[in-house]
Structure formats: structure tokens, C-alpha cells
């Protein structure tokens, strides 16, 4: 287990335990965020921990031309009367996926220095925001840090309505030209979309 200073370095990513768990320490700085996920590395922890940094093996990635859409989702984007954007209120979506219950876990890892640090990341035109509005309420959205190589590593989601985050990650993807989605760890609701499980190497392939 590697911990980190004020030095911006991380430890090579092979280097991480089996559960993909690589260091611990550091800061939530945006220079140390990007060199983050240009490393293949992001942090996840809980409101009473430090800070961990993860990159595991294998990756849960979606190719944008394997997007799975159903039958009944196609018929419920053509019907519905969701208005779709991308930035038009970043910090108004990280608090919301902030506040979203998840099966499992008793609170929330978007704390508010991350918060803060992701915003901070969006002012420089890293981090992005995709919203769903429904009658100028928002209704649903998720949030990445898009790596300017073809790569979007997204971070969170959240709905208030179903189909929601299902319809702005669907519109998003159909209207954008990434190689790759880092969806990071698997999920169900993903996989449904057509996310699978790479190797670690593989996908520092695609980040190079």
C-alpha cells in the first residue's frame, strides 16, 4: 500500500492490491486529479475516511458503438418530453448524485471536498454534466471528467424519475464520439446498456 505526499506522483497501477485498491493520502487538487485519470486511477472512500485512490482489474468499460437500447426504452425517448443539455448546472447534479440513495451503502463518497474538487475540475472544462429536465425541474443527470483522448470517465448518476439518468447517458453517448466510457466498476444497470468487464492493461491501452 502506497501512501502519498504532497508530491504529485502516483505508483504504477500494476502495483494495486486485488481488490484494485493503489494508494492512500494525497489531495483532491485538479493537478493530481488529472494525472489521476490519466493514470488509469480515481478516488473512492467514504465521508469518515482518507483518501484512496483505485485502479482495478479488470476495468467495467461501455464501447459507444456496443450501446445496448431496448425496444421499450427507443419508445419511451421518443415519447417522452425530457429536455436534455450538457453543463448548464454541473454543481446542481454532483450535489443531487451526492444525495441519491444507493442500495448498500449508508451514505455517500461524493463528500464535499470532492464536491468543491470536481467543480473546480468543470471550471476547467474537465469535469461535464449532462442534465434531464422535465418542465425546467431538474429530474436527472450524471457527471465525468471527459480526458480530451476519446476517453469519458464517468463518475456518478442520479434520478428522480425513472429513466431518467438512462435517458441522458443514452443521449449522451448516441450524440458524442468517444472511443471508450470508463464506467470503472460493474453494475447492473450498466451492463443492461452493454458495459463489460477489460483487462487493466487493455484499458491503459486506450488512455495512451
Known amino acids: 500500500m502506497h501512501i502519498l505526499n504532497q508530491n504529485i506522483v502516483f505508483p504504477n497501477v500494476q502495483e494495486a492490491d486485488e481488490e484494485g485498491m493503489l494508494a492512500v493520502g494525497g489531495d483532491l487538487s485538479v493537478k493530481r486529479l488529472l494525472l489521476a485519470y490519466q493514470s488509469g486511477i480515481f478516488p473512492w472512500f467514504n465521508e469518515d475516511e482518507v483518501i484512496l485512490w483505485w485502479s482495478p482489474d479488470p476495468r467495467f468499460v461501455l464501447f459507444p458503438n456496443e450501446l445496448?437500447?431496448?425496444?421499450?426504452?427507443?419508445?419511451?425517448?421518443?415519447?417522452?418530453?425530457?429536455?436534455?443539455?450538457?453543463?448548464?448546472?454541473?454543481?446542481?447534479?454532483?450535489?443531487?448524485?451526492?444525495?441519491?440513495?444507493?442500495?448498500?451503502?449508508?451514505?455517500?463518497?461524493?463528500?464535499?471536498?470532492?464536491?468543491?474538487?470536481?467543480?473546480?475540475?468543470?471550471e476547467q472544462g474537465v469535469a461535464k454534466s449532462i442534465e434531464v429536465w422535465r418542465n425546467n425541474e431538474l429530474v436527472g443527470g450524471f457527471y465525468g471528467v471527459d480526458l480530451n483522448n476519446g476517453v469519458f470517465c464517468g463518475e456518478s448518476m442520479f434520478a428522480k424519475e425513472s429513466n431518467a439518468s438512462k435517458a441522458a447517458f443514452i443521449t449522451f453517448i448516441q450524440n458524442t464520439d468517444y472511443k471508450l466510457i470508463d464506467c470503472q466498476v460493474y453494475t447492473n444497470h450498466l451492463a443492461s446498456l452493454g458495459a463489460k468487464d477489460i483487462s487493466r492493461d487493455e484499458f491503459m491501452e486506450y488512455l495512451k
Open 68 to 122: 445496448k437500447v431496448s425496444k421499450s426504452m427507443k419508445q419511451f425517448l421518443r415519447n417522452c418530453d425530457y429536455e436534455i443539455t450538457i453543463n448548464r448546472d454541473f454543481k446542481s447534479v454532483i450535489i443531487e448524485c451526492a444525495k441519491a440513495k444507493r442500495d448498500g451503502q449508508a451514505g455517500t463518497w461524493i463528500t464535499n471536498n470532492m464536491i468543491d474538487a470536481y467543480c473546480k475540475l468543470h
